[in-house]
């Protein structure tokens, strides 16, 4: 599966963003699906995942309570709402699939993810 995240740019702290990524290839239903961002300078850091199913989601402390992912598998998409944004929100962010056709597990773990898309720049200014 190939995954194209889009949707970012240079907000305001307090303001929102969606994000959305697009998978194509194969059908997503049959992945779990994270979020990861990379400020400059840092390492790369988990954001969110959602199960195979949409049932489960974890999120990272950092962003729970202000970001929300979502996904339609019937349009083969990955979603994160993310809302009150702050400066250190800023990163590139990146979509990443994982094979995983019988399990409802999310995960954590960046090695854990087959696939990985190009990332989408994510700026908030204070």
């Known amino acids: 599966v190939q995954l194209q995240a889009s949707g970012g740019g240079l907000v305001q702290a307090g303001d929102s963003l969606r994000l959305s990524c697009a998978a194509s290839g194969a059908a997503i239903s049959r992945y779990a699906l994270g979020w990861f961002r990379q400020a400059p300078g840092r390492e790369r850091t988990f954001v969110a995942s959602?199960?195979?199913?949409?049932?489960?989601?974890d999120y990272a402390d950092s962003v729970k309570g202000r970001f929300t992912t979502s996904r339609d598998n019937a349009e083969n998409r990955v979603y994160l709402q993310m809302n009150s944004l702050k400066p250190e929100d800023t990163a590139v962010y990146y979509c990443?699939?994982?094979?995983?056709?019988?399990?409802?597990?999310?995960?954590?773990?960046?090695?854990?993810?087959?696939?990985w898309g190009q990332g989408t720049q994510v700026t908030v200014s204070s």
């Open positions: 959602i199960s195979r199913g949409g049932i489960y989601r």
């Open positions: 990443a699939a994982k094979w995983e056709p019988r399990s409802n597990m999310v995960f954590r773990q960046g090695p854990s993810y087959d696939q």
